[in-house]
């Protein structure tokens, strides 16, 4: 059976993504979007705390460091969180590098290596493409270091999406808490993963 790799990707013609001006700089630390968010939040106490960085041209690096709570097989990463670690890393390039919402409408991924408990996952996400409101973007994640062992492969379509598309489908309590202390969304990582 081949792998998902060997498929065509991006799986449509694209034009390349070109970078917002005001996409923060290479080597700029990359906000947590949102406080409650399992990828990246500081509020949710066995979230996944994902820490990203913005690189050159159209791509990002994140961290995350796999602790016992992320366990699937005893001291293994499960391959859902590692998922979910990807998305954010992926969601992370696209809505920093175009500065336009967009959400995950297509997640694939391929696990390579087992991660263990302890590992660090070095995350870099890369923009691949653009066709209207699609964005094309795929990402690799190293073991312990920048050209560590491959463990994990990602790639996804985020669609541009209106700010109308998560104040309409929002639970209202959660954006009552937002409008209350605008800071939830926008709060800066000031340290690295645990
Ligand atoms: C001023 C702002 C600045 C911003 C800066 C912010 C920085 C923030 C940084 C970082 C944040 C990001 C970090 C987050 C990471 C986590 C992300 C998530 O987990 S998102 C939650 C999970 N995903 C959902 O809940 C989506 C649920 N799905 C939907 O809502 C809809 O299906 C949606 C919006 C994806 C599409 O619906 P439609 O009605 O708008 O559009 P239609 O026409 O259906 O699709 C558009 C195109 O996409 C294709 N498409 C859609 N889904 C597809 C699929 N599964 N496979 C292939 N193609 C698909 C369609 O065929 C169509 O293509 P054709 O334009 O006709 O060529």
Known sequence: MSRTTTEVWPPVPTEAPQRHPEAPAPGADLPQHYAYCFGCGDGVEQGLHIR????????????????????????LAHGGLLACAFDEALGAAVGNL?????????LETEFVRPVPVG???????????VAGRKVYVSAEGRLDAEDGTVAVR???????????????????????KIADNPELLTRRSVELNP
Request: aromatic content about 6%.
């Open 119 to 129: 590992t660090t996952l070095f995350i870099d996400a890369h923009l691949d493409g």
């Open 52 to 75: 990203t960085s913005a690189c050159e041209g159209v791509t990002i690096r994140s961290r995350f460091t796999v602790t016992e709570a992320h366990q699937g097989a005893p001291g």
């Open 154 to 176: 990602a790639r996804a379509l985020f669609v541009q999406v209106k700010l109308s598309h998560f104040l309409e489908n929002g639970r209202p309590e959660d954006l009552a």
């Open 98 to 106: 175009l500065r336009k919402p967009a959400v995950t409408a297509k």
